[in-house]
């Protein structure tokens, strides 16, 4: 028996689709993140029971904040994009977190920066808050390592593959290197949208980017860029035919990012078929009803897509690029 919702939302679900390919489901991935950075928090004294917790958020990290506040008898207060949705509001204000969102923004650069900027007016006010830099602070590391002990006690023994969309960077590079410290030889594998400056493709805009918690307009410590072995870059109308086919084919409702990485897994596994591939589908499909699922008739056959393989970042295009990381030349 759990003893609070946090607990058992947590957990993912390992499905094989094949014998060398699975997927790590999650209802919402980031609630490990913020129960292990809240619970290290409390138990080295940073923080007391009662204390507010504040961080930006475009929605889901704000949910799993919300709850891990809720679970440890914290106050949160989330400084949220737009994009926050009416279910996660909703939830929020229940929940007893506070929620102010920035005034809208033309681009993602400007919105995340507004959002800091008001985080540093707040603590001048109320130095008594703790912010909890989930972009930058590696205590969101730790809440992962228990995910990395159930894939690598479930995954058969030998080389394996982790593909993931790379957001704040403590996902993957977290599993990565837990698993790595097991013992296990990991390729590790992200997965970014297009106009990101994470892994240097801000220079190739995607005017339908949507893909939520992946990429960056502005540079985020939690990124161990040594960490990784390649780097897929997928644009929208991509990912969306990956999701489609990801749920066609084996029922998992999924986000957009585990739509852009099961089809990196898929390429990957086409590359190296020594290893076995787990790809992160790191939240539902729901908030993607409407702007991709709705679309579904009009998702591409993923069996005739590949990637442009290139060498240098000044190689990238649409619609979808990978390279060895970092490229051979730059």
């Not at 540093?120 to 808050?129: D, K, R, T, V």
């Not at 990565?176 to 240097?200: C, N």
Request: with cysteine; glycine share 8%; proline share 4%.
């Amino acid at each position: 028996m759990h003893a609070h919702i946090a607990e058992a939302v947590k957990k993912p679900d390992l499905i094989s689709l094949e014998p060398d390919l699975a997927c790590l489901r999650f209802e919402t991935m980031k609630i490990y993140s913020a129960l292990g950075a809240v619970r290290h928090l409390l138990e080295t004294g940073a923080v007391e029971p009662g204390d507010t917790l504040i961080d930006s958020s475009s929605g889901i990290y704000a949910q799993a904040l919300a709850l891990a506040c809720h679970r440890y008898g914290m106050k949160c207060h989330i400084v949220g994009s737009t994009t926050v949705d009416r279910s996660t509001r909703v939830q929020l204000e229940i929940l007893g977190a506070t929620l102010e969102q920035v005034a809208p923004s033309k681009n993602l650069r400007l919105d995340q920066e507004l959002r800091v900027r008001r985080i540093a007016e707040i603590l001048a006010a109320n130095p008594s808050y703790h912010w909890m830099r989930q972009y930058h602070d590696a205590i969101h590391y730790y809440g992962y390592r228990e995910v990395a002990e159930s894939i690598d006690k479930d995954v058969p023994a030998g080389p394996l593959a982790l593909v993931g969309g790379v957001g704040s960077g403590a996902s993957t590079g977290a599993l990565g290197t837990y698993l790595r410290e097991a013992g296990r030889d990991v390729t590790l594998i992200g997965v970014q949208p297009f106009g990101s400056v994470t892994f240097g493709s801000e220079h190739v805009a995607d005017p339908d980017m949507i893909i939520a918690g992946i990429g960056s307009a502005i540079a985020f410590q939690n990124v161990r860029h040594e960490l990784y072995d390649r780097v897929h870059w997928v644009n929208f109308e991509h990912a969306v035919s990956g999701a489609v086919s990801l749920l066609r084919t084996s029922g998992i409702f999924a986000g957009l990012s585990a739509g852009a990485s099961y089809l990196s897994a898929l390429w990957e596994r086409r590359r190296d078929d020594t290893r076995t591939y787990v790809f992160i589908a790191a939240d539902t499909g729901h908030r993607y009803v409407e702007s991709a699922y709705a679309r579904h008739q009009q998702a591409l056959d993923i069996d005739t897509l590949k990637p442009h393989e290139i060498t240098s970042l000044d190689q990238l295009k649409h619609p979808w690029s990978t390279t060895a990381w970092p490229p051979v030349t730059s």
